[in-house]
Each structure stands twice: as structure tokens, then as C-alpha cells.
């Protein structure tokens, strides 16, 4: 989580007028919503809003006029609190952000950056609640507010019926950034096999753009490549033909995320920019944005400052939905508009 997260969470509704602990509704796009009855039913839910189990970070949710939770940004905890209230006050005034709520995962020495957080950024936004999660307690740090006596309160998501709604309908929570890391870390058999097959391709290859498109139709029959193919689109992907054609195909689809996820466990690294940029954009296409963040430190590891990789990094870093950007992008339309 080093980087902000602006994925799509699910849409979360706060019920009725706004006491010091307030009443939280999932609507996980269902007709029958979770309820979350105060801050222990809400830090029940958090892990499911972001998509991976919670800890050393400092997690900023925002919510609209209609009490919806409509964005949020999840930061390491030793990131300089100046970038995190520059990024949470950019949201709140480029999303139209009614409120916002602050929550830290870290130790009691975190009070005070949390609590700072919260009225600074009450100058941009009404922060209405400033959760602690230290050691299994939490804290509430609003001024006054009787939610959890001074020694923190015991957090038992057990204890919730949230994990399981969540769980009946499909929300999974990994168990931390570095699970996600290595669920797209290379496979080095995979790798030495397709270094092989890279190191026997003849010297006069195939259009870059016709291969590109015989892959992806391998793929959207629901075939796997194999590794003669993997080789010859790793070396398309290499030039700006085959990037630009595979960049302006790859939208939110399944099929197309195990594409670039296999392609990106695959290839040798040198090869492996491109399949990884590729995978971080499908995934912000599929609002998954903690997979996106993991394929673009995999591709700026591979190539550090690549044009992709500073591209897609900076569309997630910005309020931009990706269901507002057409795509393919028409050519009448610079993408450096839409990032404003």
C-alpha cells in the first residue's frame, strides 16, 4: 500500500441523521444491504471495502451528500503526513466529498498524526469519525466521544454478521499486500522455458500488431499460451506496435486479466514491462486497485520511470472512473485532457 488507492468500493450508505457513531449500510449493489451497527461492525467491513486484511496503514473514506461511500485512499503509515492531507483534500474537493472518515492501523503512537490528520482535513471536509486498531482494540479519537472507553475496546470481527454477508456474496480479503505481490511474482521453471523458446525465434519475425491480435484471440477463446506463443508475443509486446494495439484491447475483461497475469509470471523479467502495465490496467478497469498497484511496482521495477507504468500511475491517482474514460480512447480526445 505505498501508494494512495482509489479503487471503486462497494457502495456503503450511512443510515439516518449522523450520531457520534454512526450507523453504516453495505448496499454491495444488492436489494437487501449489511448493516454495520458503529465502529465495530465498521472495521468488520473495511478489509472487504479495500480488499486485503488492514495493518501499518492509515485508511481515508469518503462519502457524498446521500451518505454514500463513494472513494477512498489507503497510505503506509510512515507516509509524511503532508502528502497524505494533500491527496485526501484533493479527493474531497474533486469527488464533491460530504464527509470523510479517517481509521489507522498501527500502534498508540499513531494518535496523535491520526487525530492531527482529522482536523486538518476537517478544514476541507467534515471528518465525522478517527478510528486507532492497535493489538486487536479499537480507539475512538474524536474529541468527547463516549464509542470506546480510554483503554480501547476489544475488535472481534467474529462477532459481526458482516464478514459473513461479504463472504455469501463473493467479497474475498487477502491476507495482506504481500500475498497479492506474490500472486503475481514470476514462476522461474516458466521463465527459463520461455528464455528458451525467446533465444530459438528466427531472426525475421511477425508483424507486432498481428500478433498481438492471433494472442488475444488464442486468450478470448479461453486457450493458454503456449510458450512458443508467450515468446512471440513477449517480443511483440517490445515493440511500440504491439504495446500500442495491446494497450487500446485490454479493457476490464476476465479473460483478459489471466492473459496478462500469466504473461506477467512468465516471461523473464526483461520482458516483463509491458504484460505487467497491461495487468495494472485491466485491474483499474475492473476497479481492483490493489492489484493494479502490484503490477505497476512489478513493470517500474522491471523498467524504472517507463512512459506506461507513469501513465497508469498517474490515471489512478486521479478522480478518474474508469467507466467515464471511452475506450479505446478516440483519437480526438487527448488522455492528457482527461487528467486535467
Known amino acids: 500500500m505505498a501508494s494512495p488507492d482509489r479503487g471503486t468500493p462497494p457502495v456503503v450508505r450511512i443510515s439516518g441523521p449522523q450520531p457520534v457513531c454512526d450507523t453504516w449500510s453495505d448496499h454491495m449493489l444488492e436489494s437487501m444491504p449489511s448493516v454495520a451497527r458503529g465502529p465495530a461492525d465498521l472495521l468488520a467491513a473495511l478489509p472487504y471495502v479495500v480488499g486485503v486484511h488492514l495493518d501499518q496503514c492509515v485508511i481515508v473514506v469518503f462519502l457524498n451528500l ?15 503526513l503532508p502528502l497524505i492531507l494533500e491527496q485526501s483534500t484533493d479527493m474531497a474537493s474533486t469527488t464533491d466529498a460530504a464527509a470523510a472518515f479517517v481509521v489507522g492501523y498501527g500502534p498508540l503512537s499513531d494518535r496523535d498524526k491520526l487525530i492531527e490528520i482529522a482536523d486538518k482535513l476537517h ?104 510458450d512458443q506463443q508467450v515468446a512471440d508475443l513477449a517480443v511483440a509486446l517490445t515493440a511500440a506496435d504491439g504495446r500500442s494495439a495491446a494497450w487500446r484491447a485490454t479493457t476490464d475483461q476476465q479473460w483478459q486479466h489471466e492473459l496478462w497475469r500469466d504473461l506477467t509470471r512468465r516471461v523473464p523479467d526483461a520482458y516483463v514491462t509491458t504484460p505487467a502495465n497491461l495487468l495494472a490496467w485491466n485491474a483499474w478497469r475492473r476497479h481492483e486497485s490493489l492489484l493494479a498497484w502490484a503490477a505497476l511496482t512489478r513493470a517500474a521495477t522491471a523498467s524504472p520511470n517507463n512512459s506506461l507504468s507513469v501513465l497508469i500511475a498517474t490515471i489512478l491517482t486521479t478522480p478518474l472512473k474508469p467507466e467515464k474514460l471511452p475506450w479505446p480512447l478516440p483519437e480526438t480526445i487527448p488522455l492528457e485532457r482527461l487528467l486535467g
Not at 66 to 80: E, N, Q, S, V, Y
Open 123 to 226: 478544514t476541507a471536509v467534515r471528518v465525522g469519525h478517527c478510528l486507532l486498531v492497535c493489538e486487536g482494540r479499537y480507539y475512538c479519537l474524536g474529541s468527547g466521544c463516549p464509542c470506546t472507553p480510554e483503554q480501547g475496546a476489544v475488535l472481534d470481527p467474529d462477532s459481526s454478521v458482516i464478514p459473513a454477508e461479504m463472504t455469501l456474496r463473493g467479497r474475498a480479503v487477502l491476507p495482506s499486500a504481500q500475498y497479492l505481490a506474490d500472486m503475481i511474482a514470476g514462476d522461474t521453471d516458466a521463465q527459463q522455458r520461455i528464455a528458451a523458446a525467446l533465444a530459438a525465434l528466427p531472426e525475421l519475425l511477425p508483424d507486432p500488431a498481428d500478433v498481438v491480435s492471433s494472442s488475444l484471440a488464442i486468450a478470448r477463446a479461453g486457450d493458454r499460451l503456449t
Open 66 to 80: 446521500d451518505g454514500l461511500l463513494t472513494d477512498g485512499l489507503a497510505f503506509d503509515r510512515d507516509t509524511p
